[in-house]
């Protein structure tokens, strides 16, 4: 079974603080992906990679960024955290074209 | 511009009967079609799929129909048992990495 591990359940931040949300997957898979889900707004792509060094902007990428040293390993970085970056964010990772895509458990980061 | 829709916030069906979600997309390019699970404080786990080339794929009690002229798209749980209550995303896929998820149906399953 396919392994995506996210370091941190919960996380408690104040605005204008840098945030690091890790992500591990433990499948060998290429293509890596960070979520946001809100109500209302189902889940929405913030950014993607599909490969190691490789990123790609998504549908929402400002006021983040992201790095990828590794292959099983997809970081996503809050610059400086806002009060509107309050949200559940989802890993996850696809072994390749038309793969169905594998889901961390989620960090809920409140941001204060 | 939302490209794939779930117009049903909610949906509630007694134990035993049948539950039909929906979901509608607006893009004739997407090639593939999902159906997500989630509960709460977990992340989504995927359910079943289909091809843009099928019209129906059956796993057990879920079933999936895609009608490509209406662009259209039902996942089928029978019998619904109280296990299936949760939030259920469709979700579409084209050239093979963009994913467009829908904003989800909160099924509740009655005893």
């Known amino acids: 079974d396919v392994k995506v591990t996210q370091s941190s359940r919960y996380l408690v931040k104040r605005t204008g603080e840098k945030v690091f949300l890790e992500c591990v997957q433990d499948?060998?898979?290429?293509?890596m992906f960070w979520y946001r889900q809100d109500p209302g707004l189902g889940l929405r792509l913030i950014y993607f990679?599909?490969?190691?060094?490789?990123?790609e902007k998504g549908d929402i990428p400002e006021g983040y960024s992201v790095s990828r040293e590794k292959k099983e390993r997809f970081s996503l970085i809050l610059e400086s955290a806002s009060t509107n970056q309050t949200s559940m964010y989802l890993c996850?990772?696809?072994?390749?074209?038309?793969?169905?895509?594998?889901f961390g458990n989620g960090t809920r980061l409140t941001v204060t | 511009d939302q490209q794939v829709k779930q117009n049903s916030p909610s949906l509630s069906v007694q134990e035993g009967r049948i539950s039909i979600l929906n979901c509608d997309y607006t893009?004739?390019?997407?090639?593939?079609f999902l159906w997500y699970k989630k509960y709460p404080a977990e992340g989504p786990t995927f359910l079943i799929s289909?091809?843009?080339?099928?019209d129906k794929n059956e796993d057990g009690r879920f079933t999936v129909f895609l009608n490509k002229s209406a662009k259209h798209l039902s996942l089928h749980i029978v019998p619904s048992q109280p296990g299936d209550s949760a939030v259920y995303f469709c979700?579409?896929?084209?050239?093979?990495?963009?994913?467009?998820f829908g904003t989800g149906t909160s099924l509740t399953v009655i005893p």
């Open positions: 893009n004739s390019m997407f090639d593939y």
């Open positions: 499948m060998d898979h290429e293509n």
């Open positions: 979700a579409a896929i084209k050239d093979g990495n963009q994913f467009y």
């Open positions: 996850a990772s696809s072994f390749s074209y038309n793969s169905p895509l594998h």
């Open positions: 289909i091809s843009s080339i099928k």
């Open positions: 990679s599909y490969d190691v060094k490789m990123k």
